[in-house]
């Protein structure tokens, strides 16, 4: 099955950046869409942003639209998200997720970064 290493994350101030990435290994053809989520404290696991691989086409939530961008490397099987200008509402495990049919159906996960923003 497909596996996610992720990598990045930390213990920032409020306006500083952070970079995530997730590398994807194994049958990667069946990585049909890869994408971000996040959990805080207390909530359910919300999406953030993912990109249908094939197409290109990248999808953001509004609630980090302007402050957060993801790519690829598609040689690597690599994402990342580049988390600028970051709020403490930002706080949460970080997870990578991969769709095998690119919906909503995400069967692989990446073990979790933690990113913990200060007021």
């Known amino acids: 099955q497909v596996q996610l290493v992720q990598s990045g994350g930390g213990s920032v101030q409020a306006g500083g950046s952070l970079r995530l990435s997730c590398a994807a290994s194994g049958p990667t053809y069946r990585l049909a869409a890869m994408s971000w989520f996040r959990r805080a404290a207390g909530k359910e696991r919300e999406f953030v942003a993912g990109?249908?691989?094939?197409?290109?086409?990248?999808s953001v939530d509004d609630s980090v639209k302007g402050r957060f961008t993801m790519s690829r490397d598609n040689a690597k099987n690599t994402v990342f998200l580049q988390m600028n200008s970051l709020k403490p509402e930002d706080t949460g495990l970080y997870l990578c997720?991969?769709?095998?049919?690119?919906?909503?159906?995400?069967?692989?996960w990446g073990q979790g970064t933690q990113v913990t923003v200060s007021s």
């Open positions: 997720g991969v769709s095998p049919l690119g919906g909503t159906d995400y069967a692989y």
């Open positions: 990109i249908r691989w094939q197409s290109g086409k990248i």
